[in-house]
């Protein structure tokens, strides 16, 4: 949402982006900045109440250590400079450092499902301007690049809403996880609020939402029919929803850089090229020697957007196999563990948190399916996500000191 005030700008003096003042085109990154926010949020944290404050115990500390410490092996053994390292590294695992932030903090229960309705609220003013921009879009012809933009799809534009242009991806993935999380409540408005989160993420006619939603659907209802039958939905949306330009690596930006990432995988197949060194924002920054002998319309398509656009091909690139693997063992045991919280609080009789769990942690295949389609740096879908997970963590944390506590008296 921060970008609105620029888009809208934009819309009204029809001017392009570039010529803004330099403050206006920065306010639209502050959700960039949000991670050092949390970093001085625990800090105060932790100067108030060090009493209560504790590292969160999860079983991917230990994969997401090595992960670090062969990325920074790697970076020494290929001389790449230590700062570049530093901030590769760091974006590509500050996502899931966000879920350490939160874990640290004492949440209560009440505080944790007042957020969470907090964003089913969000989700429903999303929904309800991304429908009124639609309709003024077809109506009335006005509104076009500033609430939606036009489709080749089903319907005639597809919304963005808030969000940004070209964000119709992202808002699409946060309307899924606001869909599955809105199971938690049994409240009379809750199947209302649903229906249009639904429609929500209809409407931004993005194939890596809709198969995202299909992929969470399946597995959360436990619809067998579905889960056998996800690949040939997966297939059908590309198939009707593509063009041939997507299939042309010298036309369609992402293919070529997924193509690119293979071939690096092939030439250094176990350790890559090294940290911040391939489809990150670092390798932009630094004006990484890898992009030299790009097409031209390729190196200025990153150069634009700042990345590949894809999450997974800059692990396997920059870190290898042995990377690759170290990342998502740790992303797998985070899988497992919330399974196992979802459990605990099941037995515990807490059905709202279970619930809650089980979104949290088949979210999850939302989330690989982001990672090739779009890339992790969404904040408002990342951020929001692994915060939730995080504050998860303390609450069960919580739960699991009392019953010691509680045994111990006994």
Request: proline letters at 4%; aromatic letters at 18%.
């Amino acid at each position: 949402m921060q970008r609105f005030p620029a888009q809208l700008i934009v819309f009204v003096s029809n001017k392009p982006p570039d010529s803004l003042p330099f403050w206006i085109r920065f306010f639209g990154y502050t959700d960039e900045l949000s991670f050092l926010v949390f970093v001085f949020i625990v800090f105060t944290f932790w100067a108030m109440k060090p009493a209560t404050f504790k590292f969160p115990s999860l079983p991917m500390t230990k994969w997401l250590m090595l992960f670090i410490i062969f990325a920074f092996i790697v970076g020494m053994a290929k001389r790449i400079p230590l700062i570049q390292a530093t901030f590769g590294t760091y974006d590509n695992v500050k996502n899931l450092v966000i879920i350490y932030l939160f874990a640290m903090m004492a949440f209560s229960r009440d505080e944790f499902i007042s957020l969470l309705k907090s964003l089913i609220i969000t989700g429903l003013i999303l929904a309800a301007i991304g429908m009124i921009g639609i309709f003024l879009a077809i109506t009335v012809g006005w509104g076009e690049h500033l609430f939606v933009m036009e489709s080749g799809r089903f319907i005639p534009f597809q919304t963005f809403s808030l969000a940004g242009s070209g964000n119709q991806n992202y808002l699409g993935i946060y309307a899924t996880l606001l869909f599955f999380l809105s199971y938690s409540f049994t409240e009379p408005l809750t199947k209302f609020s649903r229906f249009n989160i639904f429609l929500l993420l209809i409407l931004t006619v993005s194939r890596q939402a809709w198969m995202s939603f299909l992929a969470v659907f399946s597995f959360f209802k436990r619809k067998k029919v579905l889960i056998i039958g996800l690949p040939i939905l997966f297939l059908a949306i590309v198939l009707t929803m593509g063009s041939k330009a997507e299939i042309d690596p010298n036309e369609y930006f992402r293919l070529f850089a997924f193509l690119e990432s293979l071939r690096i995988l092939k030439e250094h197949p176990f350790t890559g090229v090294g940290p911040g060194m391939f489809g990150g924002l670092a390798s932009v920054l630094w004006q990484s020697p890898i992009y030299d002998n790009w097409p031209m319309l390729m190196k200025w398509w990153v150069y634009k957007i700042r990345s590949i656009d894809s999450f997974w091909p800059v692990i396997w690139g920059e870190l290898g196999i042995i990377g690759f693997a170290l990342f998502v063992a740790g992303v797998l045991s985070l899988f497992f563990f919330l399974r196992r919280l979802a459990s605990a609080f099941s037995q515990a009789a807490d059905t709202q948190l279970a619930t809650i769990g089980r979104t949290l942690q088949w979210f999850m295949i939302a989330l690989a399916i982001m990672g090739f389609a779009g890339g992790w740096n969404c904040p408002f879908v990342t951020y929001t996500y692994f915060a939730l997970v995080g504050i998860y963590v303390s609450l069960y944390e919580e739960m699991d000191a009392a019953g010691e506590a509680a045994g111990r008296v006994s």
